[in-house]
């Protein structure tokens, strides 16, 4: 699943080729993506101008010219894949927007789990689902706030990590590298980790994730954005994917086993279990 420097290099991508394209129409090809109901959708987006693209951990916000905002989550595999010329539907379009002036937008997602969303400008941040997203791992969380929202928790560590109403826009990947970082084990329950601690998990969250960011996120599994262009973090990953190696820094073999149904990979002499 798109991590949020997954999801960052989408927005900047989408930033370049449709900001300030004005959408002409919109073809819904899959039943499951839009949230809410189709005539209302395509009415509040057709003519309006796309303003400006945001994200909120893991969610893209297009922001239109006029009352809405269309929120988008990728899930699985969603990509989003502009054309010049208005013939070129992907292969797995589920949505495609059209745009004045040319231009096409496939929303593409061979699982189709992905989902669309309108929202009104005014209180989007109010209502499902992001109302429910905590603060995002890339700005400064205040430790003290962390340490309140999670310190009486029995969860081990790596669960709380990628509860996205606790903190925001990581996923397997990076959490194996943040608490590999954090030479904290991903078995550690949150309620006997200090302050300190937390604050080496949210030093190396922000760094891991800006430097993912830098190099358009991490293609380790099927992530592309544009057409079929891949990010870099994968070269760096210090024991993600690395199933049957050793750790880079004392030459244990990992270990690997599941948390809550995730395979989780990490080394059992650098990273301890407090
Ligand atoms: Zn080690």
């Known amino acids: 699943m798109p991590e949020l420097p997954e999801v960052e290099t989408v927005k900047q991508y989408l930033d370049k080729v449709i900001k300030n394209k004005v959408i002409s129409d919109v073809v819904i090809l899959h039943n499951n993506i839009i949230c809410g109901d189709y005539d209302?959708?395509?009415?509040?987006?057709?003519?309006?101008?796309?303003?400006?693209?945001?994200?909120?951990?893991?969610y893209l916000i297009f922001v239109l010219d006029k009352k809405f905002v269309i929120l988008a989550h990728l899930r699985m595999e969603g990509k989003y894949i502009f054309f010049k010329n208005q013939e070129n539907i992907s292969k797995y379009a589920r949505v495609v927007f059209f745009f004045k002036n040319g231009g096409i937008l496939n929303y593409d997602d061979s699982r189709a789990f992905g989902k669309i969303h309108i929202k009104n400008k005014s209180n989007y941040f109010l209502t499902d689902p992001l109302k429910k997203i905590g603060q995002e791992a890339i700005e400064n969380i205040n430790v003290n706030q962390f340490y309140n929202l999670i310190h009486k928790?029995?969860?081990?560590?790596?669960t709380i990590l990628l509860d996205q109403s606790i903190i925001s826009g990581i996923g397997n990947i990076y959490v194996t590298e943040i608490l590999f970082k954090?030479?904290?084990?991903?078995?550690?329950?949150?309620?006997?980790?200090?302050?300190?601690?937390?604050s080496t998990i949210l030093k190396n969250a922000k760094c891991i994730l800006l430097d993912a960011i830098k190099l358009h996120g991490c293609s380790?599994?099927?992530?592309?954005?544009?057409?079929?262009?891949?990010?870099?973090?994968?070269?760096?990953?210090?024991?993600?994917?690395?199933?049957?190696?050793?750790?880079?820094?004392?030459?244990?073999?990992?270990?690997?086993i599941k948390i809550s149904n995730r395979g989780t990979i990490y080394c059992n002499k650098c990273q301890i279990t407090k």
């Not at 009415?43 to 951990?57: E, L």
């Not at 949150?190 to 302050?195: E, H, P, R």
């Not at 891949?230 to 994917?241: A, E, H, P, T, V």
């Open 40 to 58: 209302f959708f395509k009415k509040s987006v057709i003519g309006k101008k796309i303003v400006q693209i945001k994200r909120y951990g893991k």
């Open 153 to 158: 928790k029995k969860k081990n560590i790596k």
């Open 182 to 198: 954090s030479k904290i084990s991903p078995l550690t329950k949150a309620n006997k980790l200090n302050k300190n601690d937390l």
């Open 220 to 256: 380790a599994k099927s992530f592309t954005y544009s057409s079929n262009k891949k990010g870099q973090y994968q070269n760096f990953l210090q024991i993600y994917g690395k199933n049957k190696g050793n750790c880079p820094v004392c030459n244990n073999k990992l270990t690997k």
